[in-house]
Each structure stands twice: as structure tokens, then as C-alpha cells.
């Protein structure tokens, strides 16, 4: 999705920075997104989002490229192993990956943000859908699975997304679920991706249908807001207070993290 994304987005002339784990895979689709769309203005960074460290310096060089953000798409995802896995700063990886990360970069990037005359941010996450947290279990720590995992990382996404639009009235924050989409990076072993090509082909999208999805939101007349693959703005029912609850308890996590 993320490719499908950046490559339509850089056939609009915008000058990108990409940021993945593995530099082999993007320098390739650094190469891919030049020649398909013709833009020279692509450039990418090897970060590991799993670690708090990295994630600052993956702040601090779009610091260092940009004066400006007009859009920031937090896509970073398809990471659901079968057995709890901690990182190598005591996070689980899922959580540091798809939500904590994506706090982490916003926050470090507000004012870029800010310098923009209509910034966006998208988080393609749970879409609204999310049934809520458990905040004894954020991290797996009572209980875990592959789909209580995608539903958790889901929920802590949807509750970033509505703190982020009751701090920040000038950005439009997104948060898209694109369902059920059929990459290798989207699914948790083979055998879910055979399953998906198969039996629930008829109920899957590809990356490009996702990435057609991304860029209308980004580039259409869409309100800020949770949105699925119809592109209908979805209500999604929360406890504000629990929207500030996990805010809090993320900062506490950096700071005991920096000290």
C-alpha cells in the first residue's frame, strides 16, 4: 500500500521522503516510484520503527529535508507474529510499530505541520471500526494473538487519531482502514495470504485499490475523520477520556524510555 501510495502521489509532483526497515527493499522502490512517475524529488531513510530511537532519528531527518510538511502518511503495519515479541527496548513490537511510532513521529513533527497552509496526516488503522482498549493488555501482556493483535493495534489508533483532532484544529487527520488487502506485508504468515487469494479473494483489495482510496481522501473534498473502503465518513463512539488516557500513558512510556 505504501508503494501504490507514494507512487501515485509522486505522479502529482510531491517531493517524498520514504522510510522503511529494510534498505535494500527501499532503494528499490525508491528506483520503481522515479521511473514509474518520473519524479526525481523521492528519497528514502532506513529506520527501524520498532525502537524508539529510531524513530526520532526518522523525525529528525525529515526535520533536516523538509521546512514544511503538507502530508504525512504513517503506513508502517503488516508486522503480526504468531508468539509476543518484545523489542530490544522492552516494547511489543506491534505496538511500537503501528501505534507508538506514529505518536512519537506526530508529535515531533507538529510544527512542520503546522508551517503548512493545509496539513494532513493519515493513519491507515482501524478506520473507526475498533471495539475499544484494554488498557491492562495493551501490550499483549494478559493475553495475545495475531487477530487481537490487529484488533488492539486497530483501537490505540482510532483513540490517537481523536486526541490528535481535539489538539490540533488546523491539521485534518485521517485514520482509513482499507480492510482486507492482498500483499505478503499485510498478512501474518502464508497460509493467511494463500486464504486470502483464495476462499476471501471475492472480499479482498489490492494495494492499488487502497492506495486510490488514500489519495482521494488526501486530495479530494473529504472532512477529517475515520473512513473505510467506501469512503463514507464513519462515527466512531469513544471515551474521550480514554483517548487522553492512552496520550498520557505514551508520553510516560518516552520519558521512561529517555531516562
Not at 510544527?111 to 493488555?137: C, E, T, Y
Not at 486530495?219 to 465518513?233: A, D, P
Not at 487522553?244 to 531516562?259: F, G, R
Request: with cysteine; charged share 20%.
Amino acid at each position: 500500500m505504501g508503494k501504490a501510495t507514494t507512487k501515485r502521489l509522486a505522479k502529482q509532483g510531491a517531493r517524498l521522503l520514504l522510510v522503511n526497515r529494510n534498505q535494500e527493499k527501499g532503494n528499490a522502490a525508491v528506483r520503481e516510484i522515479i521511473d514509474a512517475s518520473g519524479n526525481e524529488s523521492v528519497t528514502f531513510l532506513q529506520a527501524d520503527l520498532s525502537l524508539v530511537q529510531e524513530m526520532r532519528r526518522a523525525a529528525q531527518c525529515a526535520r533536516q529535508t523538509f521546512d514544511r510538511l503538507d502530508i504525512l502518511v504513517h503506513g508502517a503495519g503488516g508486522v503480526f507474529p504468531p508468539k509476543r515479541t518484545m523489542t530490544a527496548e522492552g516494547l511489543e513490537l506491534v505496538f511500537a510499530v503501528q501505534y507508538l511510532a506514529r505518536y512519537l513521529i506526530t508529535d515531533h513533527l507538529i510544527d512542520l505541520l503546522h508551517a503548512a497552509p493545509s496539513p494532513q496526516v493519515m493513519s491507515i488503522a482501524g478506520g473507526g471500526r475498533s471495539k475499544g482498549v484494554d488498557f491492562d493488555n495493551l501490550q499483549g501482556e494478559k493475553s495475545y494473538s495475531i487477530l487481537g493483535t490487529v484488533e488492539r493495534a486497530g483501537a490505540t489508533c482510532d483513540l490517537l487519531t481523536t486526541e490528535h483532532i481535539d489538539r490540533y484544529r488546523d491539521i485534518v487527520f485521517y485514520n482509513y482502514g482499507p480492510g482486507i488487502v492482498r500483499t505478503m506485508a499485510t498478512m501474518p504468515n502464508r497460509l493467511m495470504w494463500l486464504l486470502v487469494n483464495t476462499v476471501l479473494r471475492p472480499f479482498s483489495r489490492t494495494a492499488e485499490q487502497a492506495a486510490n482510496d488514500i489519495v482521494t481522501l488526501l486530495t479530494g473534498e473529504h472532512r477529517g475523520g475515520f473512513y473505510g473502503t467506501s469512503l463514507k465518513q464513519n462515527e466512531f463512539k469513544v471515551v474521550k477520556s480514554d483517548a487522553a488516557k492512552l496520550w498520557d500513558h505514551s508520553k510516560q512510556l518516552i520519558d521512561n524510555l529517555s531516562a
